[in-house]
């Protein structure tokens, strides 16, 4: 999970972004797709697939991912969510509690 500020972004997708999803490579996997999905049914429809709909902020250079990926895991989520949006779901347990169960499902098996 990481924050990004719209000041910084280059894109008008970027600028609109609630929240940008990618599995931290140039291809979707289906858990980034079932969190993307979750995220703009109950969150916001400016949950953005990395690279489909907004081309930054996937998290391609991130170690993590990369080293996982190396070791055959396939479930790594790169999660980056606008400031405004961080500050509802810290204010906001009900909010909060839906993000946590659409991560949850994103990765179930």
């Known amino acids: 999970l990481h924050g990004f500020t719209t000041k910084k972004r280059t894109t008008p997708q970027g600028k609109r972004a609630a929240f940008i999803i990618s599995a931290a490579n140039s291809a979707p996997t289906p858990p980034v797709r079932r969190l993307t999905a979750c995220l703009k049914r109950h969150l916001s429809t400016d949950a953005l697939l990395y690279p489909e709909e907004v081309k930054e ?38 909010l909060r509690k839906r993000f946590g169960e659409c991560l949850a499902d994103a990765v179930k098996f």
Not at 60 to 66: G, Y
Request: avoid cysteine.
């Open 57 to 94: 902020l996937g998290g391609t250079t991130n170690l993590n991912a990369a080293d996982l990926r190396r070791r055959g895991f396939s479930r790594f989520i790169h999660v980056e969510i606008r400031r405004d949006f961080r500050d509802r779901l810290v204010a906001d347990k009900k």
